[in-house]
């Protein structure tokens, strides 16, 4: 038996289950690895725009409507999945990795420029172990996920918390704790849509979870790279 056959047995006996499939994943980390081009494109251009820079964090009611509105996607976006045609819902997609990137630049007046890349790509080989593991694993990953879930609120409050505390030794907890959250996740989340693409009957539905994937993804390296930057980030004097 070829591997060709044996991926159309994994995936229910059908050759277009596992275009499809095949289709699906492809199409999830192509639209993520699009919207972190973006999100760079657009931090790039506050970073070398002074009028844009005044604008956006001259204004604390500009700042904030841009972190409102980039919460107020993320939580209408299912629902736009299902009522809103496929294009209108990329363009949603697109317009987050970019309103993410015009207030992700502020990293850019905080760590050194060397020290954002050097974790950018310590980001990006992480990120793809545990993506590839995630994918090939026959171990099920349901129970650290739902755990590590769960302890993205912890994490939440915890930050929150620091906030007024000022605490040194607890942001490097909250970190730590951050930086495993979000690497389980990563794993967590790329078997779960391997699941997903598996039971994709069509087109539509390829291209709308495929979005839905990108997006989850997407927030899974974000927060990866934001946390790991808090430990190797060398911060301007």
Do not use: H
């Amino acid at each position: 038996m070829n591997n060709s056959s044996s991926d159309a047995n994994l995936y229910g006996g059908s050759s277009q289950a596992l275009v499809l499939a095949r289709s699906f994943m492809t199409r999830v980390f192509g639209w993520m690895t699009l919207g972190l081009i973006i999100t760079g494109a657009a931090a790039l251009w506050v970073v070398t725009s002074p009028e844009v820079q005044k604008t956006i964090f001259g204004s604390k009611v500009i700042f904030y409507g841009l972190i409102i509105a980039q919460f107020a996607i993320v939580l209408l976006f299912g629902t736009a999945l299902r009522k809103l045609p496929v294009t209108a819902c990329t363009g949603l997609f697109l317009l987050y990795s970019g309103l993410m990137g015009l207030t992700l630049s502020s990293i850019f007046f905080i760590y050194e420029i060397g020290s954002i890349t050097q974790t950018f790509f310590i980001t990006a080989g992480t990120f793809g172990s545990m993506a590839a593991f995630g994918y090939i694993t026959k171990s099920d990953l349901t129970k650290a996920g739902a755990i590590a879930g769960m302890a993205v609120i912890g994490l939440v409050i915890a930050t929150v918390v620091n906030i007024f505390m000022q605490s040194s030794g607890m942001d490097m907890v909250i970190s730590f704790v951050g930086v495993l959250i979000f690497v389980v996740l990563t794993a967590y989340d790329v078997q779960k849509l391997k699941a997903i693409g598996s039971e994709a009957s069509s087109e539509d539905e390829v291209g709308r979870y495929a979005l839905m994937g990108a997006l989850t993804l997407y927030l899974d390296f974000i927060n990866l790279f934001l946390f790991m930057l808090r430990f190797f980030g060398s911060r301007k004097d």
